[in-house]
């Protein structure tokens, strides 16, 4: 019957330290700028661009 005590017991004293040094949790996630109007424009205006390139190279590459 002692053993039993003293083992409950460190079982006890175990898994509260466990509880004592545990770290907090995860923060939670940040707010999240918006894509607006400005980059996406931003990005429309770059996708044009790369294949207004493409096209040209293309072109020159056709021709003799």
Known sequence: ???RV???L???AVFITELA???PGLPGAPDQAPIDGGL???AAAGG???LKKLRD????DIEP
């Open 57 to 60: 190279k293309n072109k020159n």
């Open 6 to 8: 003293v083992f409950t």
């Open 1 to 3: 019957m002692k053993s």
């Open 10 to 12: 460190f079982t006890i």
């Open 48 to 50: 044009a661009y790369a």
């Open 21 to 23: 040094m545990a770290q």
């Open 40 to 42: 996406g424009l931003l």
